[in-house]
C-alpha cells in the first residue's frame, strides 16, 4: 500500500462550509489562481472546478482573467458585496407587477426564468392575501394578437449573452441578416435593447470598427471568449440609434412634415412621437406635425398606420416613396394570388 506523502493534512469539511470558504477568499482578494486556492483549501483541482461552479449556478458574479503571465484569476465583480439587501414599498411592488405584464414577450427566454424566481421570492415574503391585491389591482391585459417574436429556441443562447453581458466578455456570433448571406462578428456586448416586443443586442463590432444592433433572433450561434473588455466611458445607448424615428439608424436625417385629418388628429395629440417634435394646429381640426429623424422603413410603416388620414407634405422624395408604396400596395391587392 502506497505511503502518503508528508505534507499539510487534507481538510474534510462539506462543500457548503467549503464553499463559504471560498467566497470568503475572493471577497476579501483582488483575485486568486486555482493553485492558490487549491493551497487555501487543501482539496484537489478538480475539487476547486467544480466549486467555482457552484458559485457561479448559485448566482454569483465570478469572472476569471488570464494575466501576463498566464496563469487565470477568479475573482468577483467590484463591489457586488457591499449591495445591501433591498426592500420594497408596497407602491413599489404594485409597479413591478404592473410592468410583468408588459413583458410576455420574453416567455422561453432566461429573463422569463428569472422574472419566475424574482416573483416566487416576492410571494414567499407576503402573505396570499397581500398577493392576490396585487395581482388584482396590477393586472395588465395585452393584445392577444398583436404578433411576437417566438425566443424558445434561444434560451441557452440567450442565456449564453446574458453571462457575456454580465461579465464584459467577447463573443464571436453567427449572425443571418434577413434575405443575406450568414456573417460571423467578433463583438463586445454593451447593451441588451427591447423594442417592439424583440430583444436586440448592441455593442462594438470588430471587423466593422463601428457600434452596431443586431436582432436575437438572426444570431444563430454565440461563442464566448474569456477575453474581458471595458465599455468606453463615453458610451450611451443612444448611440446605437442615433438619429433613428425607431430602431434601426440608416440614412440622413430629414426634416418631416405630416397633415394629419381631424379623425386622428387626437391619437397624434396624445402622444410624444419625436422628443423635438412640433405640432400645428388648424382650424378644421387637423394638426401638422413636424420632427426630424432617419430611418425610412420604420417612419413609413408608422405613417402608413394612419391610412387613409395621413398625407406627407415633405419633403418630396419622402412623400414620394410614401405614394410609390401605396402604389405597389394596390397593384399587388389587385395580383391575383397563386392557388
Known sequence: MAKRKPGRMTKKYSQAARLHDLIRILEARYGATVDELVEECQVTRRTIYRDLQAIIEAGYPLVSERQDDGFVVYSFIAGFSKIPPIVFSLEELMTFYLCRGQLSFLHGTPFQDDLEAIFSRIHSNLPPRSIAHLERIAEVSTPRFHGF???SKQHNLLGELRQ????QQRCLIDYRPAKREKQQYLIDPYTLLFFKNGLYIGGYAHNRKA???FAVERIEKVEV???????PEDYHPEMLTGTAFGLIDEGEPRRLELLFDKE???LI????????QQIEEHPDGSLLLRFS???DKEILAWVYSFIPFVRVIGPESFRKKFTDGMEEGLIFQQTPGSM
Open 149 to 151: 417574436k417566438d425566443y
Open 164 to 167: 457575456a453581458l454580465l461579465k
Open 211 to 213: 457600434l452596431r444592433l
Open 225 to 231: 471568449h474569456p477575453e474581458r473588455f471595458e465599455v
Open 264 to 266: 386622428v388628429a387626437h
Open 269 to 276: 395629440r396624445e402622444r410624444i412621437w419625436h422628443p423635438e
Open 293 to 295: 429623424a432617419s430611418g
